[in-house]
């Protein structure tokens, strides 16, 4: 069956006029019928009635006679002429002749109601079932008179199958007649109906792929009527549903590429506490599985219980929670910061929480930093202010002092506001590093001669400590982009510590060479050398690995602190190699000036 | 009913994977202290020792009520043992994490010891051990319970290396003697924070299996 037959619609809407145009063709049908089986009744009693006259003129000479045989043979063969079944009957009810039967064996017939209703009124009929031919009949009997005085009666029948015939005759033919308009009219109708539900049918399909997510089903019907505005209709808002669709799903993206791109981790959970999105930076954070994690319960896929704890009690309490929590590892503290939301939905109930991670690791340590460095700095100007000071009190207290204790004394001041001095001017040149490019004035210069002169400027502190210095140039000039006086001061820094840190006996090698278009830089001693878990820490300000030492030899603690500042302000690098005991490597790279001629060299030399 | 019982598992769940989070950091926290000679990383394990003992209390008197009320079978049943099994073990873990804690305030005064490379491995071992243990009990992953039972022996062969080692140490060199008999109590404390994790694998393999595999590894 086509899917349209087994619409209930349609059923609906025609059955209704169905059975309108079914009963009006019944009720024609019938009152037609009657009517035609009526005329029929009436035409043949009226032929009975007729044969009944005739019957009376050749019955009356024989009615008031004893029954007759030759009278009888003649009803007998006018019946037997005319198919119609005649009786004549005596005043006292004998039937004195019939064309069927015979008269002798039938019974009484004044008891008849056709004969009675002929007695009384000239005329009767009666239909009733006749045992004598054993089928239903139609009688009709009128009186026969002999010089005006009743003296018997003429009966005429006819069996109903007669009857039956003619009028089955009629009803085929009615029949006949309204079939073809009612199929006529069934077929039309069922048309009609179908026009109305195909695109009923259609929309409900359309709709149901709509839903199913077939945005670019479309509805094909065109109508000017009802029907054709409402497919007009769902077609707009199928499309209008589709361009929401595709806002919420642009939206959708734009947020997780949002989400993606942040360095804070975001975890979102529902109410439940599933994890319902994780973000990359949260994975990395909280070394999580995404995909995995999705819709599990955030107690579980972390292990971090600050986590679930924050995303609980935002939902819970309904309000913005900030909270830090330090996960330390072998090398270093991570500190995060948890910032958890309750999220609403449309309802403005709370459907969920959202926690933002915030890796402030770094920020912290920054703040240790600066705390540190404002504590050192005040100890490192303490230290030579306390000591001039005393020494000061001591000759204004002591006015008696011998002349060579107070030239000590002076001395001793002398010493001690040098290195005041010495820390304030690193300190200054410290500041101005670092305020940037800013502070420094760039042109191109010769390295090459910054290391020759401060070689030879050292060459005699290295001598008083019985070190051996060799400078290691090359023999073009290399010339870089750079501030002398800042170049000046990186080179000074790493040979004179060297020198420093380097026992008597042992040797300073200072390399400057062109490599890659770089200039390198390489101060090598045989020192005490720097222990690995120090190593990365002897470029901030006032780190000493060793205090006592590092004091004694008159040093600020910012001296590679200024050394690594100038590198980087020069847009190069700088590296240490070190083994405690058999002495440090510093490396610093700086590139050369594009396109002047010590590179052309520089890369010959190679 | 079921719906209660399968709330009431679920909250139960949560506590304990919360109770696991918290061992395994003081875990992991105890043994950094140790390994950084910091002594207020220590101190903050020692301190957080109660939180992890009401939490104890609270999650047994939970599953009791349960058990109580609930009358479960199968395997909310077995979840249910094994809740009480593993918590009594992460407790004891948690009070192994306290003693490795106060050794390493005790160590960060003292000369630093020398520790031969192997404790490096048993380190990592235990932490690796007291993670997979509770990422198979998040996961009811039975397979990766089993592997944590083999772990075990791993630990016990640097165990018993870190004995003769110390011994070592202490013969060279009698100033050590204090740190060295530190580092071996800290060194018996992570042993037996192996055999908890394991006692837990074992649980989770029951828990997930129904099969009782204590003493087979």
């Known amino acids: 069956m086509k899917p349209i037959f087994r619409s209930r619609f349609l059923w609906e809407l025609y059955a209704g006029y169905a059975a309108v145009i079914i009963a ?149 033919g009615i029949a006949l007649a309204l079939v073809l308009p009612v199929a006529a009219a069934l077929g039309l109708g069922l048309l009609v109906a179908r026009s109305f539900t195909r695109p009923l049918l259609d929309m409900t399909e359309t709709a149901r792929a709509v839903a199913a997510g077939d945005h670019a089903r479309r509805l094909h019907i065109h109508r000017g009527d009802e029907i054709g505005v409402l497919a007009d209709a769902l077609n707009t808002m199928t499309g209008q549903l589709r361009a929401q669709i595709d806002t919420m799903a642009t939206d959708r993206n734009k947020t997780l590429a949002i989400l993606a791109g942040m360095v804070e981790g975001v975890v979102a959970v529902d109410r439940e506490e599933r994890v319902v999105h994780a973000n990359a930076a949260a994975q990395a954070i909280l070394g999580i599985d995404g995909r995995a994690s999705l819709g599990r319960r955030v107690w579980e896929v972390t292990r971090v219980v600050e986590v679930s704890e924050a995303l609980g009690e935002a939902m819970r309490q309904n309000r913005v929670r900030v909270s830090e929590v330090r996960i330390p590892t072998a090398q270093k503290d991570q500190v995060i910061q948890l910032t958890a939301t309750p999220l609403r939905n449309a309802g403005d109930a709370i459907d969920g929480a959202v926690v933002v991670l915030h890796d402030v690791s770094e920020l912290r340590q ?26 000061v009190e001591t000759m204004i207290d002591d006015r008696a002092m011998d002349a060579e204790t107070r030239e000590r004394f002076i001395a001793k001041i002398g010493d001690q506001s040098t290195r005041l001095s010495n820390l304030v001017s690193d300190l ?146 700088i590296s240490l190699k070190s083994a405690p005991g058999r002495g440090s490597t510093f490396r610093v790279q700086v590139g050369l000036k594009p396109g002047n001629s010590s590179r052309r060299e520089g890369t010959r030399s190679e | 009913m079921t719906k209660h019982l399968q709330i009431d598992l679920d909250g139960l769940s949560k506590e304990l994977l919360t109770m696991g989070a918290m061992v395994e950091e003081a875990t992991n926290r105890s043994i950094t202290a ?17 939180a992890i003992n009401d939490c104890e209390n609270r999650i047994e008197d939970h599953a009791l009520k349960m058990l109580a009320l609930h009358q479960p079978v199968a395997a909310d049943l077995r979840f249910i043992i094994t809740v009480l099994k593993v918590n009594n073990d992460l407790e004891r873990i948690g009070d192994h994490a306290v003693s490795i804690a106060e050794r390493a305030v005790v160590l960060a005064d003292l000369e630093p010891v020398r520790r031969p490379e192997d404790f490096d491995r048993l380190v990592e071992t235990v932490q690796q051990m007291m993670k997979a243990s509770l990422t198979a009990l998040v996961e009811r992953d039975s397979a990766l319970a089993r592997k944590v039972c083999t772990m075990d022996d791993e630990v016990d062969r640097v165990h018993r290396l870190m004995y003769s080692a110390m011994q070592d140490v202490m013969r060279n060199d009698v100033r050590q003697i204090e740190p060295a008999v530190n580092t071996i109590s800290a060194t018996r404390h992570l042993e037996r924070i192996a055999d908890l994790a394991t006692n837990i694998a074992e649980d989770i393999v029951f828990m997930v299996e129904g099969e009782i595999v204590r003493h087979n590894y």
Not at chain 1, 124 to 136: I, N
């Open chain 1, 366 to 391: 920054l703040e240790a930093v600066r705390r540190d460095f404002v504590a050192n700095i005040s100890h490192e100007l303490k230290t030579p202010l306390t000591a001039i000071r005393g020494l």
């Open chain 1, 428 to 573: 200054l040149t410290l500041s101005r590093l670092e305020s940037g490019a800013s502070g420094l004035r760039f042109e191109a210069m010769d390295l090459r001669e910054t290391v020759a002169e401060s070689c030879r400027t050292q060459i005699h502190a290295a001598e008083t400590r019985k070190v051996t210095l060799t400078p290691g140039l090359p023999g073009a000039p290399v010339t870089i982009d750079g501030d002398v006086e800042a170049m000046r001061e990186l080179v000074d820094n790493l040979v004179s510590n060297a020198i420093k840190y380097t026992p008597p006996g042992g040797r300073v090698d200072v390399k400057l060479a062109t490599e890659n278009g770089s200039a390198v830089l390489e101060v090598a001693d045989t020192g005490i050398g720097i222990p690995p878990e120090e190593q990365s820490r002897v470029f901030e300000r006032f780190y000493r690995v060793d205090k006592a030492r590092s004091r004694q030899m008159g040093g600020t603690g910012l001296g590679l602190s200024i050394v690594k500042h100038v590198a980087l302000a020069h847009g190069g690098t």
């Open chain 1, 24 to 172: 009006t063709a019944m009720v024609v049908g019938v009152v037609l019928v009657r009517d035609a089986e009526h005329g029929v009744l009436e035409h043949i009693r009226d032929g009975l009635q007729r044969d009944a006259v005739l019957v009376r003129d050749i019955a009356a000479p024989y009615v008031a006679l004893p029954p007759d045989s030759s009278f009888e043979q003649r009803i007998r063969a006018l019946g037997a002429r005319t198919g119609t079944r005649y009786t004549v009957i005596a005043l006292d009810g004998t039937v004195l002749a019939d064309s069927n039967e015979d008269p002798k064996t039938m019974d009484n017939h004044r008891d008849r109601p056709e004969i009675m209703a002929a007695a009384n009124n000239g005329m009767g009929t009666s239909t009733r079932f006749s045992r004598t031919v054993s089928a239903p009949s139609m009688y009709l009997a009128i009186p026969v008179m002999k010089d005006g005085v009743l003296a018997g009666f003429v009966r005429t029948s006819s069996t109903l199958e007669a009857i039956r015939q003619r009028s089955d005759a009629v009803r085929r």
């Open chain 2, 34 to 50: 140790l390994v950084r000679r910091d002594k207020t990383l220590a101190r903050e394990v020692i301190a957080v020792d109660d």
